[in-house]
């Protein structure tokens, strides 16, 4: 099996997009809508940002262990 990259896939799913029907290409546009709405873009500098404030709560101990995670994930079956 051959492994394309990504710029190749894209380019073989547009082609394929020519022939679709009027319904799957609706839905298929919809999916893209909703997977650009739910997972947008954050620029580099926003990144570095959140990158930054979470080193400064480690700095600062405001974290869960991943024991205490484990716990609390137990405690939400209980409620």
């Known amino acids: 099996m ?11 799913f547009i082609q394929q997009l020519v022939n679709v ?3 799957l290409f609706e839905e298929l546009e ?10 947008p873009r954050i620029s580099i500098e926003q990144y570095n940002q959140e990158i930054d404030e979470s ?3 480690i700095e600062r101990e405001e974290f869960y262990t991943h024991e205490e ?5 137990k405690k939400w079956g209980k409620r």
């Open 69 to 73: 995670v484990g716990e609390r994930i």
């Open 30 to 39: 919809d999916v893209l809508k909703k997977g650009l709405k739910d997972n």
């Open 21 to 23: 029907n009027e319904a």
């Open 55 to 57: 080193v400064a709560q």
């Open 2 to 12: 051959m492994v394309m990259d990504l710029n190749a896939r894209k380019y073989e």
